[in-house]
Antibody, heavy 123, light 110 residues
Framework: QVQLQQSGPGLVKPSQTLSLTCAIS??????????WSWIRQSPSRGLEWLGR?????????DSAVSAKGRITINPDTSKNQFSLQLESVTPDDTAVYYC?????????????WGQGTLVTVSS | QSVLTQPPSASGTPGQRVTISCSGS????????VNWYQQLPGTAPKLLIY???QRPSGVPDRFSGSKSGTSASLAISGLQSEDEADYYC???????????FGTGTKVTVL
């Protein structure tokens, strides 16, 4: 059974970098049939896919247009986890952040989610 | 921000059938399969339907999904009190090269 455990601070100051980690158990970050994703949820934006990292002979990462230029999603194969970094945050980045596994078979779906981390951007 | 459009609310009495619609475009629902997620208060979303009409193991057969053109729908038959939750549709969007979600529908059991 796949489980995702998130960790990271719940409070970040404006203009700083938001950093979260998602530890994977029951699967591998290097899996050829999964993409490891970050999603956030806020009352103003609803559910918003931020981006993903995945391994297909080499590592790939892509991100939502809204986050491009500010977001980095990296795998850590030694710890079987992946991370999110969002730079230059503003109060508008306040949200519950989720990590999730995107299974790529049968059209693709987010089949396993982390517990969520409420991140507040405030001084 | 959401690319897929859902009605904000739906309701029914126990045992009734409730249907939720999801409207998209040719670049998302029109080109790719649709997934549905159920979110209970204070919890992470849970996969309810994938590939437009498939149920993951453990999801009751009261839940069913369908897709036609650029729209999709989720039906809950035999509505139960534990079905009171928020429901979201989603699909890959080829134009945005990203995964998009619906605006969400809150289901209330009267």
């Amino acid at each position: 059974q796949v489980q995702l455990q998130q960790s990271g601070p719940g409070l970040v100051k404006p203009s700083q970098t938001l950093s979260l980690t998602c530890a994977i158990s029951g699967d591998s970050v290097s899996s050829n049939s999964a993409a490891w994703s970050w999603i956030r949820q806020s009352p103003s934006r609803g559910l918003e896919w931020l981006g993903r990292t995945y391994f297909r002979s080499k590592w790939y990462s892509d991100s939502a247009v809204s986050a491009k230029g500010r977001i980095t999603i990296n795998p850590d194969t030694s710890k079987n986890q992946f991370s999110l970094q969002l730079e230059s945050v503003t109060p508008d980045d306040t949200a519950v952040y989720y990590c999730a596994r995107f299974l790529t078979q049968s059209g693709g779906r987010l089949d396993c989610w982390g517990q969520g981390t409420l991140v507040t951007v405030s001084s | 921000q959401s690319v897929l459009t859902q009605p904000p609310s739906a309701s029914g009495t126990p045992g009734q059938r409730v249907t939720i619609s999801c409207s998209g475009s040719s670049s998302n629902i029109g080109s790719n399969t649709v997934n549905w997620y159920q979110q209970l208060p204070g919890t992470a979303p849970k996969l309810l339907i994938y590939s437009s009409n498939q149920r993951p193991s453990g999801v009751p057969d009261r839940f069913s999904g369908s897709k036609s053109g650029t729209s999709a729908s989720l039906a809950i038959s035999g509505l139960q009190s534990e079905d009171e939750a928020d429901y979201y549709c989603s699909a890959w969007d080829d134009s945005l090269n990203g995964y998009v979600f619906g605006t969400g529908t809150k289901v209330t059991v009267l």
